[in-house]
């Protein structure tokens, strides 16, 4: 064999070697998402409080780790309710002096849940507000269910 | 022979030195912002309590200042005294775990030098203090 030869043959020899093994590397570096699976909703909290006409309420809870959050609006009871009556029901983080809510729905009191989503672990907050149908104050009566 | 020998042992290095190039890692650049300021202002009334909820971003101190208290928007302050806390949002309210009576000053009147990322609270009660409403401002400083 040549001397020139050898060095081609070398050459890509070398080469081959080069991209094995960084491709190993790479390989090696891949990175895989994490499997989470949300937590079943073990802690249950209510609430109630006044809404006011164009008013806003909220109020905190902790979640121990991520896992379901379900909101309920339970009752909504006054002197005046408008027919069909929905609020805005939302779950989100404490920020200043209110909740700025990552989801918000139009929500009318029953039993089922109306607000549903994966969250946590932290501190984060349902807020009730006033849709524009208010025309008096109510009483509010909601729960959370979380992990 | 030699200079076989010599590109072999050339190409090897070089080879060794191309894998090491992309094979290199480089440490992840962590970036380090200041802290930062918030201020909590609004009119507490006698016999009433509000409060303000900030989120801790990284780990580290966080000092919380009554800066102002006034009966009017323009005007000198007036030393009342304030219940001051710093703790987490909890229910309605803010669950203190730090507190104290202060006065407006420069100084920060409540300290946690290691707070932990997560979403913090300060609130501002009447003591018992108030006979009529006051303009106050609290500064907060955290990581």
Redesign the interface.
Known sequence: MSASRLVRVLGSAAGLLCLAACSNGASASSTTSPSSVPADATVNESFTSTLAVGGTLFYSFSIAQYGNVAVTLTGVTGSDLPDGLSLNVGIGRPAGTTCTASITVAAAPGDAAQVTGSYGPGIFCVVVSDSGMLTAPVKVDAAVAHS | MT??RA??LA??A??AI??GK??T?TSPSTTTSGPSTEF?N?TLTPATS??????VTNAGAVSVTLASTTTAKVGPVTPVGIALGLG?????GCTVSASADVTAGLNAQLTNASSAA??Y?VSVADPGDLSTDVLFVVRIVHT
């Open positions: 200079v076989t590109l072999v190409l090897v070089a080879g191309g894998c992309s094979g890692t909590f609004g509000s409060f303000y909820s900030f989120t987490t949002p909890n229910g309605f997560g979403i609270c």
